[in-house]
Structure formats: C-alpha cells, structure tokens
C-alpha cells in the first residue's frame, strides 16, 4: 500500500517536471471591457533550446470569444492587423509572422478578412547570435471586433535557453496552423482572363478554379 501510494507520487512528481520542461510558454494574458472576457493571448516556443537551428520557432496564440474576431494582415475594407513590437528583446535581428488563410466576414456589404475562435500565427525569430539564448521582450497591439471594435495592447516576455533544440508540446499544434498559410503556388488549372479596377473595387473576370469551393483574397506585395 506505502509503496504503490510512493510510486504514485513519484510518477505524478515526474509529469510534473517533464510538462514544465516541456512547455516554453509565457503567461495568458486576458483582455476584457468591463468584466466580459474578450480575448486570450500567450506567446508560446517550438523548441527546447536555440543550439542547432538559425530560425527559431515560437507562435502567438490567440483564442476570441464568441461574436469577437481578429484581422488578417491584409484587413479588407476595416479594420487592423496584429503587430508585434520587439525593439527591447535581446538577440533578435528578425521577426517574420506566416498568417494562415482567413475567414471572409461581410457585413452591410463591408468585407473583412481575419480569425474567430483559436488562431496560432506561427512567427520565426532570426537571432544576431545563433546558438545564443534569446529573450523576445514585446508588446503585442491588435483589434478585436463584434458589434464594436477595441484596440489592444499586452506585453509578453519569452525566452528561450541556450540548451539544444529539441520539438516540445507546442511544436504540432504550431505546424498545424503552419501548414495552414497559403503557399506561392499557381495551382493547375488556374487562370484570371481580366483584373480591372473600378469604383467597387477590384473586378476579377473569367476565374477558372480547380474547385468549386473557393474564396479569393487580392493583396500586392505591400499587402
């Protein structure tokens, strides 16, 4: 009985330990109006270490509640995109976000591109230093939008050891969401025969699309 109840604690002991190793993560941060809870944002590491790699990967994971959305870099006719400021963080040269494919919102004929829901944007960080510890010291500004919009701001601190790189609990769920970002790919059987612009916007003729079931976002190099 005194040993099976000892190996009992040893083992939960142990989980304990490996999902504290495991998990590279910052706090939740929750914003609210009122006392409605809004959104849920962390900032979460798809490594154990920095040793071995030159981009490093981590995610911002953002969860609304319902009737609330976030904006797509490129936001459509409103609304504004989630930026990360990162000027006071310690050996990051870079910092790219990939955002995966939007939902398409459309009211009173105003169209809007973003997220409802769980969203991960995976994001990769380009040290000065490689194999150096990292120290990604931000504040992260975004719009949440239901039948008002909110601006946002919370500052999140991640660091990630000098110690070898290694997947942890984080890394599928941030592929997921990775493999979501649209790709730079003519697909076969696609074709436009005429862009014009006019004054409601941007006319696409004659789409040829190997499905039926599509949606198509026009952005330029700027967004």
Known sequence: MIKNLIKIIFITILLVINCSVYAATSNWKISKLNENKILQMRLFSGTEGVIGIKKIPIAFEVITNPGWKIYWRYPGDAGLP????????????????????????????????????????????????????????????LLACNEICIPFKQDFVLNIPKKAHAPNLNTRERAKYLSLVPKLIIPKGFSIGAVALNEDGILLERIKFPINNYDVFVENEKG
């Open 82 to 141: 989630t930026q990360i400021d990162y000027s006071n963080s310690i050996n990051i040269k870079k910092l790219d976000i990939f955002w995966p494919a939007p939902f398409r919102f459309s009211t009173f004929g105003i169209d809007t591109f973003g997220y409802e829901g769980k969203i991960i944007l995976p994001i990769n960080l380009i040290p000065e230093t490689i194999n150096e510890e990292i120290n990604l010291i931000s504040q992260i500004s």
